[in-house]
C-alpha cells in the first residue's frame, strides 16, 4: 500500500531545542479555527518541552512498511524516521526499535537539530545522535557552513568529524568561491570551532595558503585563530604584509600577535592585549622592531591604557605612551591606521579619582616624552579638589583648587609650583522664553618658584600671588512661531542673547606659563569669561557679546531643519594682560563678527556655512563652508572649503583648503571611496585616498592608493610619500575588520561599512 503512515508513539511530546522564536508577540499566538474539529492554527513551528521522566515518540512513514510490532520497521518509498529534532530520510529506511538505529540507503537526508547532511546511505543511532555517512555533503544551518567528504562521524549532537573534505560559508555549495580542503576535520558546534588538519585555503580556484593545523570559527562569535592579511605597498615601507593571529583567551581577555614584514625595513611583532572585568579595564600595545634597515636602529612604540574602578567613588587611571624615536608613528603606522603627521610630544600619565555628589578629586601624575624643543611642563604631581552645588536656594555656587608643581626636561627653564583658588556663586534666574543668570568668581594664584630661567622677567621674585575677581552676566529670550514653508508646518524660533563680562586688570607679569593658552575665537569661546585657558592668566575684560539665533523645526517630527546664527562682540576697553612676558598688547578695541548658518534640504542635504570677519581689520579671519548629500547607504558627498588666515600658530602661513570625500556604488557590487585635501594657495595635494570596494556573497575586496604628508619634526621637512593598500575578506571565516573599512571611516565622513549577510533566525527559516 503507498502513502500509508505508521507511527510507533513511545511518548507523545518533543524534546526542548533552543531554537529561537521567529515571531513574538500577538504575531506568535495561535489563531483558533472554527468546529467539528476544535483545531488552532499556529502561524509558526514550535517547540514544547518533555514532561519530567518522558522521552520523545518516533515516526515512521513510508510508501510502504512491514516488520514486527516493538521490534524493528522498514519503510520503502520516501521512507522517514522522525524522532524529536532528528530526521532520516531515503528511498527505504530499516529502524531497529530494540537498539534505536536507523538504516537509510539511497538518497539519504539526515537531520540532526539544525544541521542536515546528504548522501547515499547512513547508519545512526537516534538516540545518541551518533553515526556514520560516506560521500555526504552538509550544511549547519545556524552557522551558514557546508561542505564535501568521503566520510562524516557524527560523534553526538554538537560533534562531528569530516574525513577528506572540504568546508566552506558561501551559500553557493556547487561552486563556492572559497572552501578548505583538509584530510580531516574536527567539528564542535558547541565550541564554536573548526579545526582543519593539513589544510589548504583556496579562494577561486587557487590556493593562497596552507597549514598542517589550522582552528577557525563556525559562527561569527570571537575565535582564536589567523585573522584576516593585510597587504601594502609604500615610498617609505615597501612591500608590507601584516598577518595577525588571535588568541581568544577568555570572553573578557583576548591577545592578538601581530607579525609584520616590511621589505624596505625588515620584521615586526606588535601585541595588543585586552581585558574587560565589572571593576578594570584595558589595553596593552607594544611593537617593536629590530634593527631598522633604513634607520639602523631599533625601534618600538608602548601604549598601556588602564582604568579601575574601587567602587563608593574611588577609581584610577593609567594612560602611558612612549616610543624610541619621533617618527615612529608615520613611519611604522598599522596599515589600517590614520597617518598622523608630526606628532612630537607623548603622555605618560596616572591618577586617582574620586567623584561622589559635589565633590570630584583628582591626584596624578603627568610626564611627557617630548621630542619637541617647546616641550609640555611635567606634573609631578597634581591634586585637584572640586565642589560645586546647583539650586541650593536658588543659588548656584562651588569651587576649585589646584596645587601643582610643574617640572620641565628643558634646561635653563623655570620651575616650581602653583596654588590655584577658584570660587564662584551665581543666582539663575528664568521663566517661560527667558533666562539671566548674574556669577561672581575669583581666581587666587600663588606661586612658589624653584628655578627662574634666563628668559624670566627682570626682577623675577621666587614667591608671590595675585587675585583678580571676575563678574559676568548672561541673558537670552526664546521667541517661537508656527510657519509654514514650502507646503510644510515648522516651529520658527527666534533667540536674541546677551552676555557681558568684566574683570578688572592685574598685573600677572611676573607669572610663568605652565599650562596656559589663548583660545580660539569661536561661537563657543565667545561666551566665556577668559580668553586664556589654563591657571596662570585671567585676561582684564570689559566686553559684550551679542548673538542672535534662529531656528526652524518641522512640527510634525521635531527635526531641526534649518539654524541661522550672528555674533559679535564688542570690547569697551582694550585687554593689557598678554601670554608671554614683553608681548605688545594688541589693540581690538572694535569688533568680530561671526556669521553662521546650516540648512538640511530633502532627503539626505545638508549644508553649513560659518564666516568670522574682523571689522576693526577689514579682513576676514576664517571661512568654512560645504555641504553633505546622503541619500542612502553607502551613498554621500561631501564638499568643503576651509580658510584660516595666518598666524604664529600656522606657523605664518594661511590656511587655504578645499576637502571632498565620497562613497558611491558604481554597480550592484562595486563602490567607489574617495578623499582629497588640495591646497589652493600652493597648487598641489596635500592628503588623498581612492580605492574601491567589492562586495560578493561571501568575500570582499578592498583596495586603495593614498598619498599623505609626513612632516619630519627632526628636520622640518615635508615629503611626500604613497602606499598602496588591499584586503581580502573571506565572509564566515571570520568577521574582525583589520584593514581598509577603519581607514575609510577615518577618512570620509558619512561612510557605510559593506553590509554583512544575515543570520538564520533559527532552525525552522529552511525546515525539513
Known sequence: MRHIAVAAAIALFLAPSPARAQLSGAASQAESIEPPWGLRFAPEVTEHPLPANSSPAVFGIGDSTNGDEDRDMSLKGSGEIRRDATLVKGDAVHYDVDRNVADAYGHVH????????????????????????????????????????????????????????????????????????????DMDQGSDEGIAHNGVLFFQGVPIFASPWLSFPLSGNRQ???????????????????LPYYFNIAPNYDLTLTPRIMSKRGVMLTTNFRYLTPTYSGTATISY???????????????IQHNQNFGDGFGAYINYSSVSDVNVTTDLSANNASLVNGQDIFQQEAGVTYNNGPWSVLARVQRWQSFSTSPPYNRDPELDV???????????????????????????????????????????????G?????????????????????????????????????FSLDSGLVFER?????????????????????????????????DTGEEDFGLAQIFTDNTFVGGDRVADLNRLTAAVTTRFINQATGDERARFVIAQEYYFTNPQVVLESGESVTDVRGTDIIVGGSIKIGA???????????????????????????????????????????????????????????????????YAVGQANFDIVAHHLVAGLLGVQYDADCWSLSLAVQKYTNVSTTTSVASS???????????????????LSSQFRASIPGYTPLPSPAAPESRFSDYE
Open 386 to 432: 572640586k565642589y560645586a552645588k546647583y539650586n541650593a536656594g536658588g543659588f548656584d555656587f562651588g569651587a576649585e583648587a589646584d596645587v601643582t608643581r610643574f617640572s620641565i626636561s628643558t634646561a635653563d627653564s623655570t620651575e616650581g609650583s602653583r596654588f590655584t583658588f577658584n570660587p564662584f556663586v551665581s543666582y539663575p534666574l528664568s521663566g517661560p
Open 110 to 185: 539526515v537531520v540532526d537539530g539544525y544541521d542536515v547532511f546528504t548522501g547515499p546511505e547512513a547508519h545512526l543511532h537516534v538516540d545518541a545522535n551518533e553515526g556514520t555517512m560516506t560521500t555526504p555533503t552538509y550544511h549547519f544551518h545556524l552557522t551558514g557552513g557546508s561542505g564535501s567528504a568521503e566520510r562524516i562521524d557524527l560523534i553526538d549532537n554538537e560533534r562531528s568529524v569530516v574525513h577528506h573534505g572540504t568546508y566552506t560559508a558561501c551559500q553557493c555549495e556547487d561552486d563556492p568561491a572559497w572552501y578548505l580542503k583538509a584530510s580531516r576535520f
Open 224 to 242: 582564536s585563530g589567523l585573522l584576516p592579511p593585510t597587504f601594502s605597498l609604500s615610498s617609505t615601507n615597501g612591500f608590507d604584509l601584516t
Open 604 to 670: 539626505g542635504f545638508s549644508t553649513e556655512q560659518a564666516v568670522q570677519y574682523d571689522e576693526q581689520h577689514d579682513r576676514f579671519d576664517r571661512t568654512t563652508s560645504g555641504f553633505t548629500w546622503k541619500p542612502a547607504d553607502r551613498e554621500v558627498v561631501s564638499l568643503a572649503y576651509r580658510y584660516t588666515r595666518a598666524d604664529e600658530d600656522l606657523e605664518n602661513e594661511a590656511e587655504n583648503q578645499i576637502v571632498a570625500s565620497g562613497q558611491w556604488p558604481l554597480s550592484r557590487r562595486l
Open 434 to 470: 527667558w533666562f539671566i543668570t548674574p556669577k561672581v568668581q575669583w581666581h587666587y594664584v600663588a606661586y612658589d618658584l624653584t628655578s627662574i630661567g634666563s628668559g624670566a622677567p627682570t626682577g623675577q621674585p621666587n614667591n608671590f600671588s595675585f587675585n583678580v575677581p571676575t
Open 721 to 739: 610619500a604613497t602606499r598602496v593598500l588591499l584586503q581580502l575578506q573571506l565572509k564566515g571565516l571570520t568577521k574582525v575588520d583589520n584593514g
Open 482 to 514: 508656527s510657519v509654514r514653508l514650502f507646503g510644510t508646518d515648522y516651529i520658527q524660533t527666534l533667540e536674541p542673547r546677551l552676555y557681558y563680562v568684566y574683570t578688572p586688570y592685574r598685573n600677572q607679569t611676573f607669572a610663568p606659563v605652565f
Open 289 to 303: 622592531l629590530p634593527s631598522d634597515a633604513i634607520t639602523k636602529t631599533n625601534r618600538y612604540s608602548i601604549n
